[in-house]
């Protein structure tokens, strides 16, 4: 069973930073991409980082370089996905949803290739 569980959601003030947290399980890690895409309210989903966990390649967003670090750690059927948020923004609230998709897509992050969802989790920046 395919598995995608995000943690670390929150409410923050804008230039403060959250890390958010993924435990992917249940299909071939070398076949995908996994990573992170954001919803904002009234938006279509927005690939902001991702990375093959076959070649350690990461993706961002122009929106989040040098704001945004994606990283992961291996435990043998599973993976931790991380997103290190730092110098948050008010635009960067809403829903952030751990994907898993096809890397044939990569570099493009577009939610119609997402295979795997998880449910989300929620970010929140007051300025």
């Known amino acids: 069973e395919v598995q995608l569980v995000e943690s670390g959601g929150g409410s923050v003030q804008a230039g403060g930073s959250l890390r958010l947290s993924c435990a992917a399980s249940g299909f071939t890690f070398d076949d995908y991409a996994i990573g992170w895409f954001h919803q904002a309210p009234g938006k279509e989903r927005e690939g902001v980082a991702c990375i093959t966990v076959s070649d350690g390649r990461t993706y961002l967003h122009d929106s989040v370089k040098g704001r945004f670090t994606i990283s992961n750690d291996n435990a043998g059927n599973t993976i931790y996905l991380h997103l290190q948020m730092d110098n948050l923004k008010p635009e960067d609230s809403g829903v952030y949803y751990c994907?898993?998709?096809?890397?044939?897509?990569?570099?493009?992050?577009?939610?119609?290739?997402?295979?795997?969802w998880g449910k989300g989790t929620l970010v929140t920046i007051f300025s």
């Open positions: 994907a898993a998709f096809d890397k044939l897509f990569l570099p493009l992050m577009n939610h119609y290739g997402v295979d795997y």
